[in-house]
Each structure stands twice: as C-alpha cells, then as structure tokens.
C-alpha cells in the first residue's frame, strides 16, 4: 500500500525554513516526516537536509539566525556539540548532555532541547494506553545516548527503579552516576537506578513492568539481542527502540510469550512534535498513514 500526500504547497519568499544537521545525513527519515506535515496542513515552508562534518557543526548551528532558519533538528553525531555549541539548554537536555532540537529564539539566541525521551513516553502510551511508569520496575538495555534519553524520561515518569543492563558496565556506571547526581539536584531523586552486570542481565527481568532496548542489536544488518525473556513477567511490556525491522527478533519472542509490545518507529514520530511546532507553529499529529509514508521512503 503506497501513501500519497494530496495538498500541495508553493514555497514563497516568505517560507519558514528548518532542516536536520547530522554527518552523514542521506539516511535521515525526519525530512520525509515533516515534509509529509507542511504539505498535511497547507504550511508555507521547507524542512531539508544539512549535512555538516563534525568540525563545521558548531560553524554550522552559530549561522542559523544568520541563513533565516526557525531551527533544526540535530542527529548522530552532532548532538553533543550542539550541547555545547548552543546560549541556552533546557532542563531535559541539560539532563541529558545532549541536544536533538534546536529552536531559534525571537533574539536570536539558540535554544538547545532534547525529545527523544518525549517521543519515546508518547510512543509507549500510544501503543499500549494503559501502561505508566509508576507500574513497576524497568529494565533499559544500552548505555548510549538513547538510553539516557529512556531513563531520564522514565524517572521523571515516576518509573519506581530503571535497572540498567550494558555489556560494557563501565559506560552503564557512568550513566547512573551522571544522572544519579542530576537527580539529587533537580528532582529529589525521583527513582533510582541500578546497574546490572551482563553476566546477571536476565535475573535484573524478575518482577519488572517494562523492558527497553535501546541498541542497535536487532537491528537489520546486526545480530539479535542476546537475552532470554525467562524471567520477565507475562504482565509486562517489552518496547524496542529499533525500527528497521519493525518487529525485531526481541518483538517477536516477547509476543511469543504473551507479552505486550510496542515497536520503534512511533519514538521518531513522536519526537519530532515539538520541533515542528515550535518552527511551523502547528500541533502536527502522529497518524497511520503518516507511518506508513515514513516507513514506504
């Protein structure tokens, strides 16, 4: 089944302009994703490809203002100078050490935000509506920026314990340690987090509500993720953050067994939200069909 978008729109001298900055950035679904909005919802505007190497990003991100942009999105691996780079951080990217949404303010200060954690709660609730955070435990395997964003979202969720799994515990410490001290400052130390060697990782599924990947194990191209689901309740959600394929090996071994799941591509969608609208100044919405045109490009 092929998706058309029917409403076209003529750019004018007077479009609002956006992008996504990333190195490469030829795979990039975002400028499918919100070209598929401004011409939904009739938007004198364009959203395009940036692609800046990593030693121009900063370069690239101060000439916004300059080049008439309302902002851009900021993908792998440019996040994190975006972080640097930016006047002001909001307290989730702050949090979080990386920036995914850049926003230019009325004074043309660059304003620095991070959705991923947004998009990943909003693709979690709208698949499975009567899951919360406050449920139970949850198991979030990875330690990269991903997991971050998953961790931070659910503890300001009210998540009771993210019970975090890396094979490299090292990286997983870190994590724990960073956003443990941000915690005790900005959140009075909403939940906690417990790392987990990778030799225990499938008795940290014992009694939990929720369980996340957030590698790229699964992924096409790449193996599956090594974890038997034994242990984990029937009761619980299993969501993989990969979406290409859809249903990953981890998807498909958790319905096997009874368990609710949520696929992947919701989180980019939903992430994407509040960028378009601080940009474009529409609430655009996550649809069926809007999925089925990103998946299709």
């Known amino acids: 089944m092929t998706t058309t978008v029917t409403s076209r729109v003529t750019i004018t001298g007077k479009a609002k302009l956006a992008g996504v900055m990333g190195w490469p950035i030829g795979h990039s679904r975002s400028p499918r994703l919100h070209g598929y909005w401004l011409a939904q919802y009739g938007i004198d505007g364009a ?19 300059a080049l008439g942009f309302r902002g851009c999105n900021v993908t792998v691996p440019l996040k994190e100078i975006a972080f640097r780079t930016v006047d002001r951080l909001d307290p989730v990217a702050r949090r979080m050490g990386a920036v995914n949404t850049i926003v230019v303010d009325e004074d043309g200060a660059l304003v620095g935000g991070n959705t991923d954690g947004f998009g990943f709660l909003e693709n979690v609730k709208a698949g499975c509506p009567d899951w919360s955070a406050e449920q139970g435990p949850a198991v979030v395997v990875g330690a990269g920026g991903a997991a971050r964003a998953v961790v931070v979202a ?23 340690a960073d956003l443990g001290a941000d915690l005790d400052a900005d959140l009075g130390a909403a939940g906690r987090i417990t790392v987990v060697d990778w030799v225990s990782r499938e008795t940290a599924l014992d009694g939990a509500a929720l369980l996340v990947n957030t590698t790229t194990q699964g992924m096409a191209g790449h193996p599956p993720l090594d974890l038997r689901l034994d242990a984990l309740p029937v009761s619980a959600l299993v969501n993989d953050i990969v979406y290409a394929p ?46 089925r045109f990103v998946l299709e490009g």
């Open 154 to 176: 659910l503890l300001d969720a009210g998540a009771p314990e993210v019970r975090l799994i890396n094979r490299t515990a090292a990286r997983a410490e870190e994590l724990a």
């Open 47 to 65: 959203y395009v490809p940036l692609a800046v190497a990593p030693d121009r990003a900063e370069q690239a991100i101060r000439a916004l203002p």
């Open 246 to 291: 859809l249903e990953t090996p981890l998807l498909a071994a958790a319905k096997a067994r009874g368990n609710r799941v949520v696929d992947g591509i919701g989180m980019l969608l939903h992430q994407a939200r509040p960028g378009f609208r601080a940009w474009f100044g529409v609430e655009p919405q996550v649809t069926a069909d809007l999925t």
